[in-house]
């Protein structure tokens, strides 16, 4: 089965950076995309990017510019580097894997690995 696990949150000043890491198995990265979400305090999780061999990649507005994610195939590990951290950004990020991009950052369905915080202090 699908398994995700993210880790690498932690507590940062605005403007610094921080990379996030998940780790997956369960699947071949050649078939299946990966996406970040987040979800901050009384807000909905929006999706901010995704990764796939077939799609490239895939950057929100909010994040467009300051977010790069990558992958690594040999190790079954997908990243997002974030840049420039804002208050704003505060929020426990999440990985997602679905069948391409559109599944993953719009369907509700795929599979979840837990979340990871990431607190940007002003």
């Known amino acids: 089965d699908v398994q995700l696990q993210a880790s690498g949150g932690g507590l940062v000043q605005a403007g610094e950076s921080l990379t996030l890491s998940c780790a997956a198995s369960g699947f071949s990265f050649d078939d299946h995309a990966i996406g970040w979400f987040r979800q901050a305090p009384g807000k909905e999780r929006e999706g901010i990017s995704c990764i796939s061999t077939s799609d490239g990649t895939f950057y929100t507005d909010s994040v467009k510019g300051r977010f790069t994610i990558s992958s690594d195939n040999a190790k079954n590990t997908v990243y997002l580097q974030m840049n420039s951290l804002k208050p704003e950004d505060t929020a426990v990020y999440y990985c997602?894997?679905?069948?391409?991009?559109?599944?993953?950052?719009?369907?509700?369905?795929?599979?979840w690995g837990q979340g990871t915080l990431v607190t940007v202090s002003s």
């Open positions: 997602k894997a679905d069948v391409d991009c559109i599944a993953t950052m719009f369907a509700d369905f795929g599979s």
